[in-house]
């Protein structure tokens, strides 16, 4: 039987009618809207197609976006003291860093100095340390995103077999536990899972399966387990076409819910920056 598709415009939709709904209430009261500033470093072709979309997806909210572009040959200290002057100024309430930053630049340690309270992308050592207690509201995009796909389908994570392939800091792990806060009972896969060549056991059990590779077609479709839901994360460019991880026709025969990619995880994570963004407005009075 072919399985059912995820389609992360829907679940997009119904996210932004929600936090529509909050905003316009929190307006209400505060007389104020939540306010997203992000930082570029550079011009860069891919960082203004996030910017565009971000716009559009805040403005459809009533989160007002403000882009602050600095030149590339910023220095890290004058990078990050533009960040400080953003934490100390009442009206930003979240700041994003856009990547990619150019060379010399730590982005790491440049996200890092946003204070918790306004981290929108959740990265933050303190806010990812809240997912370990099982404590958040915010968290990493893409992994919030699968989380919202999984819980889509209705069906209960208490006590399945998740197995998560890739173990990224910005997916992989952050999911590991937002899962094994759901008591799924969650394995994580990665490179060396791979090397050691039992990829195909882990992935043939998982009741839900999530990849995060980057590589086109590594799960094959009769690994996948007859009933499973399977998130595929990945984004791979092969030839003219835009491809997942997964080897989508087969996996879609045996599997109950697929994701599409394009068109699974990636519509939901710009809804879940802004939800992102509106919690830590929150928490700004
Ligand atoms: P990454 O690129 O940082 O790491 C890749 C992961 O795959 C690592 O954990 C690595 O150990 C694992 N891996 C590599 N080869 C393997 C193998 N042979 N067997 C098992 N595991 C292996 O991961 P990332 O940043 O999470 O990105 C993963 C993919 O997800 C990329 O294609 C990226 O473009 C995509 N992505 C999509 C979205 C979205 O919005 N849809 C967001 C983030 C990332």
Known sequence: MAAKLLEGKAI??????????????????????????ALQIGEN?????????????????????????LP?????????QKISDFNKDHSITAIIVQLPVPKGIDAKKLANTIWPAKDAEGMHPQNLGRILLGNYKIGPCTAMAVMELLESTGEKLYGK????????????KPLALMLLNKLATTTVCHIATGERGVL???????????????????????????????????INRVGDKIVGDVEFEAASQ?????????????PITTTILMRNTVELFKISF
Do not use: F
């Open 72 to 80: 590339d040959t910023i220095s890290q200290a004058e990078a990050e």
């Open 45 to 69: 072709a891919s960082s203004a197609v996030y910017v565009k979309a971000q716009r559009k997806v805040a403005e459809s909210l009533g989160i007002e976006y403000w882009l602050e572009t």
């Open 12 to 37: 997009a939709e119904k996210l932004k009618a929600v936090v529509r709904q909050e905003v316009d209430l929190l307006r209400a009261k505060q007389n104020r809207a939540p306010k997203l500033i």
């Open 254 to 266: 045996r599997a109950s819910y697929i994701t599409p990619v394009p068109g699974g995880v990636g």
């Open 161 to 172: 077999e998740a197995v998560i392939v890739g173990h990224s800091e910005i997916v992989g």
């Open 200 to 234: 195909a056991d882990h992935v043939k059990r998982a009741e839900i399966l999530v990849v995060a590779v980057g590589k086109a077609g590594i799960i094959k479709g009769d690994w996948v387990k007859p009933g499973a839901v399977v998130v595929d994360v990945g």
